[in-house]
């Protein structure tokens, strides 16, 4: 069972600043570095249906490694010291795949 969790989000930074582009690969350096995170990718919305401007998205083998994720000492930190002072807005959701 596969599990796809994503989440889209809009920062509190100016788009193509250089804080932007250090939070986005500080968050990649730090979400790909925990075990278990498979498939992690960064992608632009461009949608104009949208306000939200970016999208995490990653892979777990099963639910005891997204668990293991979500209590991981870098995930907790960097959700605590860089998500939410430096996100505006988001939206997560998180999919079995079929």
Known sequence: MTIQHTV???LAHAP???QETEFLDTAQA???GIPGVTEFVINRQVSAK???DWQFS???ADQAAYDSYNTHPDHVGFVADRWVPEVAAFQ???FILR
């Open 8 to 10: 889209v989000f809009r």
């Open 16 to 18: 193509g600043s250089p």
């Open 30 to 32: 730090t979400l790909t």
């Open 50 to 52: 949208s306000d939200l």
């Open 58 to 60: 990653m892979a777990f």
């Open 92 to 94: 997560e959701y998180d």
